[in-house]
Nanobody
Framework: QVQLVESGGGLVQAGGSLRLSCTAS????????MGWYRQALGKQRELVAR???????NYADSVKGRFTISRDNPRNTVYLQMNSLEPEDTGVYYC???????????WGQGTQVTVSS
């Protein structure tokens, strides 16, 4: 059974930085695509960044140049380094794992990020 545990959210002022972490268990981590999504109040969940098992990445246009996704396969962990945070980045951030065999989706419990102006 796949489990994802996130950490690192919090309250930060605009222009500040946060790093989110997500540790997975119950899967061959290095083979799966990992992603970070976010959901602002009253809005749909949206992709922030993804990283494949081979290390290819893609980002939402709104975070390019500010956020960096990375993975540490021996630690079964994916990170999201968020710099130059803006109030528009506020939301609940969810870790996502896409299973490499059947492309099933698995989600973490979410971590709140609040950016004050």
């Amino acid at each position: 059974q796949v489990q994802l545990v996130e950490s690192g959210g919090g309250l930060v002022q605009a222009g500040g930085s946060l790093r989110l972490s997500c540790t997975a268990s119950g899967t061959i981590f290095r083979l799966n695509t990992m992603g970070w999504y976010r959901q602002a109040l009253g809005k749909q969940r949206e992709l922030v960044a993804r990283i494949t098992g081979g290390g290819s990445t893609n980002y939402a246009d709104s975070v390019k140049g500010r956020f960096t996704i990375s993975r540490d396969n021996p630690r079964n962990t994916v990170y999201l380094q968020m710099n130059s945070l803006e109030p528009e980045d506020t939301g609940v951030y969810y870790c996502n794992l896409e299973n490499f065999i059947d492309r099933s989706q698995h989600w973490g419990q979410g971590t709140q990020v609040t950016v004050s102006s």
